[in-house]
């Protein structure tokens, strides 16, 4: 319980503080040391989970079994790395006059808060109350995508706010059947939206109202995962917000959404006997396909980041559609190699945009020659994130494909692969222009500053280390996450 | 009296599409909002479920007083003419929302949802609720007003939980009133800032971003 209570007390009172601090200095490091404290009650916690049983706190209103603290973990690491870069990335904006001191102490307070609601997703027991974080997340994130505050970013965040928020409200409409049906079997005054007595008896439920449930909530946290056709407001919102935040979004909000829609699909498969699983290998592979045009005719760097944020969370939920121990096994690892390769990603192209003062791609020429080692991490990120061997990506993915072989569906993983490949060149034609040839004469060299050196060394080590080997506790905790939406915990 | 209420909830949505002025819309929040406090003080009373009533003294709280002001308040600072714009005209669009209500009718009967005792005669009138809010947000283009369909949209989630459970349990419950606070709180910095870049609230101007 106390390790639970400094997990929400840590980052509200890290904001908080940021938000009060009047010295810049202070305020910068104070947050990166709240959001080192964050990272380590959540890896505290998490240890505790994988090594243990799941843990339970506040008479069942707090449940983190191995899924949650997964998850809960991912957010502190992607977290605590981005509130480091941030340091970086935002005296430049304070150097450059884009910002005043004052939106700099929002800009950290609201980043905390963002956190904050993330972890207390991925902590709650009911179905209601992680309605209740999923919400929250939207809305505080919406006041990051508007943080520049010129017209573009306005138009996304309003874009965002609305189609969050409407598709949430579905997400709603579809736990409040999946309460009836838990009411009708359990009881009216048992506790029916806790997952823990839900999934005890998720075999018994009502299952057209879990189906109906379920397809509301699918359709609902879809929005939110950024998953076709509901995936419009993503690119705007990760293209308008600070770098440092479209690395969050993308690394652990899409992930979290997903938490939720993983969070009922556990107890909907079951119920409905396997057939839950098609929505999500339908919704997987549309979003897989749906990138593709937009990759090739893309002009805007961090747009195309964003769209290969949306064909990543539908190699996910595939990978999960798929399932299996391999398929589950591969999409868990997945979750965790795109966190990392895509926070990296958004780095380098935050720095890069910054100091090109351009997002539009064809004004980016040259960055090896400008800036050489934030260019060398942006080309290796972008080869891993495309998949290619020998980087982390390219082993999850290969791990889906074989699942889907395995489960005897060899023209959907052929589609698959395919799906691939296209990205992959496509993403490819334009980094390749990017990152070599001559830079225009305006852009002068630049060397990497300390904060975002320190930023960017934790990801890159993940993605090349996992290239090669899944370290042992990595591997333990993905058997135990699959374990969880396969119904061991039962 | 449950008819009665449940007529007035609709005909006060109803009216959001004939209204010329945005605050009167705000006024047709807060009426909306206190029939259903009234719908859950009533299921209370009959039943004698304390969190009933305990969620019908939190709606007065939040979605008939301080919702409300908050964005009759955004809509004084920022907009001074206050002229509603609509994508059809107002007959037009009160015809399609006539037509909604009748698809939410047959929608609602469909279902088959489990109602309670006392709440049974509101499921339809919910189902109807977020079929109207959703048209709102559709058919109104300043940003304000896709907020007011997004409450309407809320009010009818709280009415279908009401009527096939007498409510989500406490604890949700205040978690999502919550929410709708920090949600209007969110919209009203928004529009400040769309209205100070775009020197309106018409959501047509945003369209900047595409592909």
Redesign the interface.
């Known amino acids: 319980m106390a390790s639970i209570i400094a997990l929400y007390a840590i980052p509200f009172l890290t904001g908080l503080l940021a938000g009060l601090s009047k010295k810049t200095q202070w305020c910068e490091k104070l947050q990166a040391v709240g959001a080192l404290l964050t990272l380590l009650t959540a890896g505290h916690i998490a240890v505790t989970v994988w090594t243990g049983q799941p843990v339970t706190a506040a008479n069942d209103v707090f449940y983190i079994d191995a899924l949650g603290a997964f998850n809960l973990f991912l957010i502190a690491l992607v977290g605590f790395i981005a509130s480091i870069y941030s340091v970086g990335y935002m005296r430049h904006e304070l150097a450059e006059q884009i910002i005043g001191p004052r939106q700099l102490r929002f800009y950290y307070a609201f980043f905390h808060f963002f956190i904050l609601t993330m972890l207390m997703v991925s902590t709650v027991n009911s179905l209601g109350l992680l309605w209740v974080g999923i919400e929250l997340t939207t809305l505080v994130s919406a006041l990051l995508v508007a943080f520049y505050g010129q017209s573009n970013a306005l138009e996304a965040a309003w874009k965002y706010l609305i189609m969050g928020s409407v598709g949430i409200a579905f997400a709603l409409l579809g736990i409040i059947f999946i309460y009836l049906s838990g009411m009708q079997t359990l009881g009216q005054q048992s506790p029916a939206l806790n997952w823990t007595e839900l999934t005890q008896v998720a075999a018994v439920l009502n299952a057209e109202w879990v189906k109906l449930g379920f397809i509301f909530i699918l359709v609902g946290f879809g929005t939110k995962a950024g998953l076709a056709p509901m995936h419009f407001w993503l690119p705007d919102a990760h293209s308008q917000a600070p770098s440092p935040i479209s690395a969050v979004l993308s690394g652990v909000l899409l992930n979290t959404a997903l938490y939720g829609v993983f969070r009922v699909y556990a107890i909907a498969n079951v119920t409905l006997a396997g057939q839950a699983s098609h929505y999500l290998v339908i919704f997987g592979l549309l979003s897989m396909a749906i990138t593709v045009p937009f990759i090739m005719v893309q002009h805007d760097l961090k747009r195309m980041l964003a769209y290969s944020s949306v064909e990543h969370m539908g190699i996910i939920t595939l990978g999960v559609g798929i399932g299996g121990p391999l398929g589950l096994y591969g999409a868990f690892l997945h979750m965790f190699n795109h966190s990392m390769a895509k926070s990296l990603l958004f780095f380098t192209a935050g720095s890069i945009c910054q100091h090109y003062r351009s997002k539009q791609m064809h004004r980016i020429s040259g960055i090896l020659k400008v800036m050489p080692a934030t260019g060398a991490i942006f080309l290796l990120a972008a080869v891993a994130i495309t998949g290619a061997p020998p980087f982390n990506i390219f082993l999850s993915e290969i791990t889906i494909m074989m699942a889907g072989f395995q489960s005897g569906r060899p023209w959907l993983t052929v589609a698959f692969v395919a799906l691939i490949v296209l990205i992959f060149a496509g993403m490819m034609f334009y980094v390749v222009k990017m990152v070599f040839g001559e830079a225009p004469a305006r852009v002068e060299k630049m060397t990497l500053d300390g904060w975002s050196a320190a930023a960017l060394i934790i990801p890159l080590a993940l993605v090349v280390v996992c290239g090669w080997v899944i370290p042992p506790i990595l591997d333990s905790t993905l058997y135990q996450v699959s374990g969880v939406l396969q119904g061991a915990g039962r | 009296m449950d008819s009665l209420v449940a007529a007035g909830l609709l005909v006060s949505t109803l009216l959001l599409f004939k209204i010329k002025k945005m605050s009167d819309a705000v006024g047709i929040i807060a009426f909306q909002s206190a029939l259903l406090a009234l719908a859950a003080a009533i299921m209370g009373i009959k039943t004698g479920l304390t969190h009933l009533l305990l969620a019908a003294g939190l709606t007065v709280a939040v979605k008939t007083l301080m919702i409300p002001a908050i964005l009759y308040y955004t809509i004084r600072k920022t907009d001074a003419r206050q002229a509603v714009e609509r994508t059809s005209s107002p007959h037009v669009s009160l015809l399609l929302a006539t037509l909604l209500l009748v698809a939410g009718y047959y929608v609602a009967a469909h279902l088959e949802?489990?109602g309670t005792e006392h709440g049974q005669s509101y499921l339809t009138t919910s189902i109807m609720l977020?079929f109207l809010g959703?048209f709102t947000?559709i058919e109104h283009k300043k940003?304000i007003m896709?907020a007011i369909g997004?409450i309407v949209?809320?009010n009818g989630?709280f009415l279908?939980?009401q009527s096939?459970?007498y409510g989500?349990?406490l604890?949700?419950e205040l978690?999502?009133f919550?929410?709708l606070l920090?949600?209007a709180a969110?919209?009203a910095?928004?529009s400040f800032?769309?209205h100070s870049?775009?020197d309106s609230l018409n959501?047509d101007k945003?369209?900047?971003?595409k592909?």
Request: hydrophobic share 60%; charged share 10%.
């Open positions: 949802l489990p977020i959703t947000m940003a896709q997004l949209i809320e989630l279908v939980t096939v459970s989500m349990p604890v949700v978690g999502i919550f929410d920090v949600s969110v919209i910095v928004l800032r769309i870049t775009f959501t945003m369209q900047n971003l592909g």
